[in-house]
């Protein structure tokens, strides 16, 4: 298991701010719950943190090492929704 650190993470849409600034740091072995109404920005950060989508400012670190660049098949990470609409096909 791995530290999963999020920096400063912002996502922009055009001119639609989903993230901003947001911080985050997880420890190996932690279990986290994100919770919020919907568009707060949770899957978004988390599609971040995946790969899934690239973030407009700040870094993903997981197990230390920036992943900004990293396709998500390179990240060595998955998650899970109680929908699995959400994830793609």
Same mark, same amino acid.
């Given at each position: 298991?791995?530290?999963?650190?999020?920096k400063?993470?912002?996502?922009? =849409?055009?001119?639609f +701010?989903?993230?901003?600034? %947001?911080? &985050?740091?997880?420890k %190996?072995?932690?279990?986290?719950?994100? &919770?919020g109404?919907?568009?707060?920005?949770k899957?978004? +950060?988390l599609?971040?943190?995946?790969?899934?989508?690239?973030?407009?400012?700040g870094?993903?670190?997981?197990?230390?090492?920036?992943m900004n660049e &990293?396709?998500?098949e390179?990240?060595d990470? %998955?998650?899970? =929704?109680q929908f699995y %609409? &959400?994830y793609?096909r």
């Open positions: 298991m791995s530290t999963i650190e999020i400063k993470i912002t996502k922009k =849409f055009g001119e +701010t989903a993230v901003k600034d %947001a911080d &985050l740091s997880v %190996a072995g932690e279990v986290v719950c994100l &919770l109404p919907s568009g707060c920005g899957t978004t +950060t599609r971040m943190i995946a790969g899934l989508e690239r973030t407009t400012e870094d993903v670190v997981i197990a230390g090492k920036r &990293l396709p998500p390179k990240r990470i %998955a998650m899970v =929704f %609409a &959400l793609p």
